[in-house]
């Protein structure tokens, strides 16, 4: 797998692609086979599949513990745990929900599942998410719920948003999926807010192939959220909550979680490793800064953000085309930010400057199980072919762009 001796060697120029495989920005990590099967036989043998089964009491207890707080609420995804929670705490006959544009792609959709508008806020060019200063904008009469969404590196403004929804007397609730094995000042996240909400996705740090979900130290609201995943039935079989549906977590699920949860110390380690060499092959690269990780926070180092500087020679879009043609499926980071979208709902219509400015410049290169350092080096060498090589490339990118016009 030489790097390129010419740029006609490039894939996006009909040369031969750098991999064979796809090599993706999603985690993709796997436990143990056999430990997943050991964790399933129990719920094998015992005939039960779902229904609050024992992995799933035994995953909600670890997971409890792992986040230091009184109760774990499990779904059958992130969407849903996200969904309900909001709909269990926005405040009643209110309309919008204060959530940052920059970000999940689907966090409107899901807002728009709750009937709530989108009242899109801007983020710290710092952070790259939203904090005290640029949700306090956008609280009015109508704000139902604030929404505090940690970015992919590091978090967003937790104590400042804490602060505010209590001087607004507004539930605060956390979207905390990327920064699930962190701590705050030595506190784990998971109990800040009124709630925390995470996702057991496979593209997560900790994966379920799906699941999800919610941690509290607020028994009220943990009693609501398991009624509320359970059709909102209580053990009478009456409703005894309104908005219920089935998002149970089942039990093969959790046990895919559970052996997750078993290798979690050994993943962080190669992420660890997988992220240092980025950092050691990119520090020579001009243009291109790695978006560094607070080592303070005990992060997971699940994703890899850099920035395109304006030394940069390319735009980012033709970087990640060119990127793209080798499989390497690197991708820009969380763009259009969700207020540049069509919204098939109601919103909240704003300006956002500094989303629109930041949504240009990130880019998330392959990270994750199926990535090898030895392929980071190789990407990393193809950039600096790129870099060094920009000028003609960009003449020919041209040329081929005129040609299919
Ligand atoms: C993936 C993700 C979700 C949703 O989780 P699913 O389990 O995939 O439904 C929510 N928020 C963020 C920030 C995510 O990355």
């Known amino acids: 797998m030489a790097i390129k001796s010419n740029i006609e060697e490039l894939a996006i120029f009909g040369g031969a692609r750098m991999f064979a495989t796809p090599k993706p920005t999603s985690n993709l990590v796997r436990p143990d086979f056999d430990k997943f099967l050991d964790y399933s036989r129990t719920f094998f043998d015992r005939h039960q599949y779902t229904d609050d089964g024992p992995l799933v009491k035994q995953l909600e207890q670890r997971l409890a513990a792992f986040h230091q707080t009184k109760?774990?609420?499990?779904?059958?995804?992130?969407?849903?745990?996200?969904?309900?929670?909001?709909?269990?705490?926005?405040?009643?006959?209110?309309?919008?929900?204060?959530?940052p544009s920059f970000t999940y792609r689907r966090m409107a959709d899901i807002a728009a599942w709750t009937r709530?508008?989108?009242?899109?806020?801007?983020?710290?060019?710092?952070?790259?998410?939203?904090?005290?200063?640029?949700?306090?904008?956008?609280?009015?009469?109508?704000?139902?719920?604030?929404?505090?969404?940690?970015?992919?590196?590091?978090?967003?403004?937790?104590?400042?948003?804490?602060?505010?929804?209590?001087?607004?007397n507004i539930p605060l609730l956390f979207d905390s999926v990327e920064s699930v094995y962190e701590s705050s000042a030595g506190r784990k996240i998971g109990s800040f807010g009124a709630a925390e909400i995470f996702s057991l996705g496979a593209s997560k740090l900790v994966n379920g192939f799906e699941g999800g979900y919610i941690t509290t130290n607020d028994a009220q609201l943990a009693q609501r959220l398991s009624l509320m995943r359970n059709f909102g039935l209580d053990v009478q079989g009456d409703v005894a909550v309104p908005g219920g549906l089935n998002a149970r977590l089942n039990e093969i699920h959790a046990a895919m979680a559970l052996a997750?949860?078993?290798?979690?110390?050994?993943?962080?380690?190669?992420?660890?490793?997988?992220?240092?060499?980025?950092?050691?092959?990119?520090?020579?690269?001009?243009?291109?800064?790695?978006?560094?990780?607070?080592?303070?926070?005990?992060?997971?180092?699940?994703?890899?953000?850099?920035?395109?500087?304006?030394?940069?020679?390319?735009?980012?879009?033709?970087?990640?085309?060119?990127?793209?043609?080798?499989?390497i499926l690197a991708r820009a980071y969380y763009t259009p930010p969700l207020h540049r979208k069509r919204m098939a709902y109601p919103h909240v219509p704003v300006e956002l400057p500094v989303t629109d400015r930041l949504a240009e410049r990130f880019i998330l290169p392959p990270c994750g199980h199926l990535v090898s350092n030895e392929d980071i080096a190789d990407i990393v060498g193809l950039m600096s072919f790129i870099s060094s090589n920009a000028a003609s490339i960009k003449a020919r990118l041209q040329q081929q762009g005129a040609q299919q016009q």
């Open 260 to 327: 997750g949860l078993d290798d979690l110390e050994d993943q962080v380690a190669r992420n660890r490793e997988r992220y240092l060499t980025y950092q050691r092959l990119l520090a020579p690269l001009k243009g291109i800064r790695l978006y560094e990780f607070d080592e303070s926070h005990h992060p997971g180092y699940k994703n890899i953000v850099i920035e395109v500087l304006d030394d940069w020679p390319l735009s980012r879009a033709d970087t990640v085309s060119i990127l793209n043609a080798e499989m």
């Open 116 to 168: 709530l508008k989108p009242h899109f806020c801007d983020v710290e060019e710092t952070t790259l998410a939203n904090s005290a200063a640029t949700v306090r904008p956008c609280i009015n009469k109508n704000t139902a719920l604030i929404l505090g969404v940690h970015p992919i590196v590091n978090f967003c403004d937790i104590d400042g948003l804490v602060e505010l929804a209590g001087e607004k």
């Open 71 to 99: 109760f774990c609420i499990a779904f059958c995804s992130g969407f849903w745990a996200l969904a309900l929670a909001i709909k269990a705490l926005a405040i009643e006959g209110r309309t919008e929900i204060v959530m």
